[in-house]
């Protein structure tokens, strides 16, 4: 299991699953994409590749999830797989998808941004926890 939608009152609140941070964090850019349209209608017909740094994990998580907002905005691009290499506080990330097309990917609503409200990045499990504001 990718994520698992967890409860919350208003908003949409997320914790992405995987074998390291790293696939933590790709895995939560997948669960955000399939808040927005259906992820799995997504093909991969081109690739995105952007770096974003934080000052500590937090920021790095919510500047990573925010750029996909931004692309999604400006450039029209949705995307479904996700490759992402942390070191330190600086991430590289190639994102595969393809623009967004409302009606063959199934549009399911905005979210307007990523906050730090109840966010939580466990190594050790591994996974990390964010809220989606919708």
């Not at 093909?43 to 907002?69: C, I, K, P, Q």
């Not at 990330?93 to 967004?100: D, K, L, M």
């Not at 097309?101 to 966010?119: F, L, P, W």
């Amino acid at each position: 299991m990718r994520y698992e939608l967890l409860e919350h009152t208003a908003d949409v609140m997320v914790k992405a699953h995987g074998a390291t941070i790293e696939e933590c964090f790709a895995n939560a850019a997948y669960a955000l994409e399939d808040q927005m349209v259906h992820a799995e209608l997504i093909a991969e017909r081109t690739s995105y590749e952007f770096d974003v740094v934080g000052f500590d994990m937090e920021s790095l998580l919510l500047n990573f999830l925010s750029e996909f907002l931004f692309i999604q905005d400006t450039k029209r691009l949705v995307f479904s797989r996700f490759e992402v290499h942390i070191s330190g506080l600086s991430l590289h990330c190639v994102a595969w998808g393809e623009e967004i097309d409302t009606e063959r990917h199934q549009a399911k609503g905005e979210v307007k941004a990523i906050t730090y409200h109840m966010m939580r990045i466990d190594p050790k499990e591994p996974s990390v926890t964010v809220l989606f504001d919708i």
